[in-house]
């Protein structure tokens, strides 16, 4: 048995086919103003959610299920898991994927450390339960509160086919401080108009691993 899960940072393809990937959420107001716009403008998708999250808004994860977007597992409790047991992380993969399934998601469910981190004890955990993690190449670090722009040309500057783009949808910061999501909504709401125009399409993590 290889002891390392499959870490997929970006998918090799020709095709300009790309993902848009969210963090932390759902929240209840930035969320919906993302689905909105995805719904607008036909676009799919992929949030990966932290189980408390999930509880709170339900109604948000039936919506993203109803309209095609893809669920990923986001641990249930935000914690570092590098600090924790490889039983406790494995509750807390487990615990999610249990509450994700009970609200009708089929299929893999992907899963992503928080904060991008994880430790070799913590990989045998995702051997074990067959889970694929996913990662990205384009950074856009807006949990910084950076101006749109920034966003937007962080992801002009690294877009290539086979991109996973990384944003967060939550209403806190890294260090636990309220944020508004203005400029990560602003930015998605260009992009989404700008890259077809430049040929490429949207895709869940799925639709970009299995192209
Ligand atoms: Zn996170």
Request: overall charge positive.
């Amino acid at each position: 048995m290889l002891l390392f899960p499959k870490f997929v940072f970006k998918v090799k393809t020709e095709k300009k086919i790309i993902a848009l990937t969210f963090d932390d959420g759902p929240h209840p107001e930035f969320t919906e103003e993302l689905l909105d716009i995805f719904k607008e403008k036909n676009v799919k998708a992929t949030f990966f959610v932290t189980g408390t999250n999930i509880e709170s808004q339900k109604h948000l994860i039936l919506r993203m299920i109803n309209e095609g977007h893809e669920l990923g597992n986001h641990s249930y409790s935000h914690k570092n898991l590098i600090f924790r047991s490889p039983g406790k992380i494995r509750d807390e993969i487990l615990k999610t994927d249990k509450l994700l399934r009970e609200l009708g998601v089929k299929g893999a469910i992907h899963f992503r450390p928080p904060f991008g981190r994880i430790l070799l004890s913590a990989c045998f955990v995702m051997q074990s339960l067959k889970k694929k993690v996913i990662m990205w190449n384009i950074p856009t670090k807006d949990f910084k509160e950076p101006y749109p722009e920034v966003i937007i040309s962080r992801i002009y500057n690294r877009l290539k086919p086979g991109s996973i783009i990384v944003l967060h949808d939550s209403g806190l910061s890294r260090n636990g401080k309220n944020i508004d999501r203005k400029a990560t909504i602003a930015a998605v709401k260009e992009i989404v108009q700008e890259l077809p125009k430049r040929g490429y399409q949207f895709k869940t993590i799925s639709e970009l691993i299995n192209n």
